[in-house]
């Protein structure tokens, strides 16, 4: 299994930019770039995934390392509501691991007002 | 809509005692998961079903069972052998064959359901 590092934690001031990193430097040539977030006490929503370009959509962008060892999520401007466990997730498109998601610890991200 | 339903939402147990929890799904997905989450942790997967009648171990299964007799319904069992079962329970699903090789196997969460050993 690749493993990825995120920072415990993060913190923002709301309406600012906001830079989340995640190293995944065992990530092989298949696997996509998903992203997640959770709330206090609800289940995790689906944020965003890539693969090898730069992915924008409602929510957030995702630019992902030239070599794909690492990527960022990027929340254009902060606002209470995104305060949230945000966790980087590489997916296994292959044999048995089929659909298998790892969680792990993720960043939690405070916004100030 | 269309959604994942979790329910309860609370559950307390006493020690000893099976308990299930239930999760139905109306997003037409193929494949189910099982999650736990305790406090500060990330998610642990329990089980996953890719299709009906067929469904696989994940990190933690020791104290938990399941089945998937209809597409729609992945209920969890967690037994009187799990020494710890208080915790945060998700369910989740995803197009699970449908998004291979697209990458698009995006997972749908239910709100979870919290149990209570007293």
């Known amino acids: 299994d690749a493993k990825t590092t995120q920072p415990n934690s993060m913190e923002s001031n709301e309406e600012e930019p906001v830079h989340l990193p995640c190293n995944h430097s065992?990530?092989?040539?298949?696997?996509?770039i998903h992203w997640y977030r959770q709330l206090p006490s609800q289940g995790p929503e689906y944020v965003i995934h890539g693969l090898t370009s730069n992915v924008n959509n409602r929510m957030a962008s995702l630019a992902i390392a030239e070599d794909r060892k690492s990527s960022t999520l990027i929340l254009h401007r902060a606002t209470l509501r995104d305060a949230a466990v945000y966790y980087c997730i590489p997916y296994y498109d292959r044999g048995s691991t089929l659909g298998r998601l790892y969680f792990g610890r993720g960043t939690q991200l405070t916004v100030w007002p | 809509d269309g959604g994942i339903t979790q329910s309860p939402k609370y559950l307390f147990r006493k020690e000893g005692q099976n308990v299930t929890l239930s999760c139905e799904q109306n997003l037409n997905h193929d494949a189910m998961y099982w999650y736990r989450q305790d406090p500060g942790q990330g998610l642990r997967l329990i089980y996953y079903s890719q299709i009906v009648n067929d469904f696989q171990k994940g990190d933690i299964a020791e104290g938990y069972s399941v089945s998937r007799e209809k597409k729609e319904s992945f209920p969890l069992t967690v037994t009187s052998a799990q020494k710890n079962p208080t915790a945060f329970y998700l369910c989740?699903?995803?197009?699970?064959?449908?998004?291979f090789g697209s990458g698009a196997n995006v997972l749908t969460f239910g709100a979870g359901s919290r149990l209570t050993v007293l």
């Open positions: 989740a699903s995803s197009r699970g064959r449908q998004g």
């Open positions: 065992t990530i092989s040539g298949t696997d996509y």
